[in-house]
């Protein structure tokens, strides 16, 4: 995908959605000029105790070698943002994280019907501001061993509650270019799940 498409789409509709892709896609951001505003209560919500950045570290060398044992049926559902990290430090990306959390950033993963060996995700990834949401859609697998969830979005949405106002397509990008998330570890009880963006960020996403 290329940002400077949906740009040309709507411009206070890309702006909303520049957080939502830039995690997508592994995009890099300068300095935070923001503070996280609503992580406590996000996480106040969630009676789980998620791993901090050290912890998923070490659970990210596991999966590299062993495996992460993530399996494509425990990822089916919505899952909401929690927090992400930055690649090169253990510092959240408070800026980042608050943009998130403030347009509510979720992903869904479905059961794609496919004529393939492998089953495919249906992905589908929002944020919503106000009355209205903005939706990526498309298909998504998982690959190799850790495994990565290889994933392009194809149709971009704006809704008002069930009723789409703005609907375009995406050119489906070439196999190198797709977007993907190294999947780190899934909770035992499925209540959240970690990965590596190809941007290097550490991700954490809580089941909704």
């Keep these: 995908m290329n940002i400077s498409k949906f740009l040309l789409i709507d411009a206070a509709l890309a702006i909303a959605a520049i957080p939502l892709l830039f995690l997508l896609q592994g995009g890099k951001r300068k300095s935070p000029l923001l503070r996280n505003s609503n992580k406590e209560k996000l996480l106040r919500k969630s009676s789980v105790k998620l791993p901090d950045k050290q912890k998923l570290v070490e659970l990210e060398k596991l999966a590299k070698y062993q495996g992460s044992g993530i399996e494509f049926d425990s990822l089916l559902g919505d899952w909401k943002f ?32 496919s004529d393939k060996n492998s089953p495919e995700f249906r992905v589908i990834a929002s944020i919503q501001f106000g009355l209205f949401t903005i939706e990526f859609s498309g298909c998504g697998c998982l690959k190799g061993k850790q495994p990565l969830l ?23 990008p070439e196999e190198k270019e797709k977007s993907f998330f190294a999947l780190i570890a899934l909770e035992e009880n499925g209540k959240w799940f970690s990965a590596r963006g190809q941007g290097g960020a550490l991700v954490i996403w809580l089941k909704d």
């Design 82 to 113: 929690a927090y992400v990290w930055k690649k090169d430090n253990g510092e959240e990306d408070t800026v980042f994280s608050s943009l998130l959390r403030v347009f509510s950033a979720n992903i869904e993963f479905k059961k794609e019907i």
């Design 150 to 172: 290889e994933f392009f979005l194809n149709l971009i949405e704006l809704k008002s509650g069930s009723n789409t106002l703005l609907s375009r397509s995406i050119k489906k």
